[in-house]
T-cell receptor, first 115, second 112 residues
């Protein structure tokens, strides 16, 4: 079945450094790739997303790149700050049971930014 | 702002009890989802619905059922709770898409 693999599972960086989280997906029909941030004790919230007709998207310190041929996409956070510490989930859309909008999630990356 | 609410933040139930978790969204979204979140396993889809009275099994439906009688409300039912269903349960909604899914605050269920 469809699968999304996410690496690394934990990532520790110094404040001001960059952080990169990578995901690969298996379903060639996937066309929507969101990234969610979940702070401790809170709900996951979308931070950036990309569709398959775009190779890269940026929003201030956050960027996502997509390589459809290789079926992988990555989250890049520059100039990390302590408030970036959270668990990050990647996801990919999938056709499932007639629904439009089904997502399959990676297992998450716990990012720790040390002051 | 989209608002997704869940009936309880914390719930403690005994083995064998029937458990109802409710989710309500106020944005007229067609899609609604129930996920289970466990450490190291990410978000796993239990059931979803893309229309009133429509329901589809997700990746881990065993031991669960759902009900969607109104567009804004999606209920998850544990027919006979077991200790291995102790987990965080997250509800989400989205327009027909794929588009961003909006999550509720979660219900931490403990089955003893």
């Amino acid at each position: 079945g469809e699968n999304v693999e996410q690496h690394p599972s934990t990532l520790s960086v110094q404040e001001g450094d960059s952080a990169v989280i990578k995901c690969t997906y298996s379903d060639s029909a996937s066309n929507y790739f969101p990234w969610y941030k979940q702070e401790l004790g809170k709900r996951p919230q979308l931070i950036i997303d990309i569709r398959s007709n775009v190779g890269e998207k940026k929003d201030q310190r956050i960027a996502v790149t997509l390589n459809k041929t290789a079926k992988h996409f990555s989250l890049h956070i520059t100039e990390t700050q302590p408030e970036d510490s959270a668990v990050y989930f990647c996801a990919a859309s999938r056709d499932y049971g007639g629904s439009q909008g089904n997502l399959i999630f990676g297992k998450g990356t716990k990012l720790s930014v040390k002051p | 702002d989209v608002k997704v609410t869940q009936s309880s933040r914390y719930l403690v139930k005994r083995t064998g009890e029937k458990v109802f978790l409710e989710c309500v969204q106020d944005m007229d979204h067609e899609n609604m989802f129930w996920y289970r979140q466990d450490p190291g396993l990410g978000l796993r889809l239990i059931y979803f619905s893309y229309d009133v009275k429509m329901k589809e099994k997700g990746d881990i439906p065993e031991g669960y059922s759902v009900s969607r009688e109104k567009k804004e409300r999606f209920s998850l039912i544990l027919e006979s709770a077991s200790t291995n269903q102790t987990s965080m349960y997250l509800c989400a909604s989205s327009p027909l898409g794929p588009y961003e899914q909006y999550f509720g605050p979660g219900t931490r269920l403990t089955v003893t």
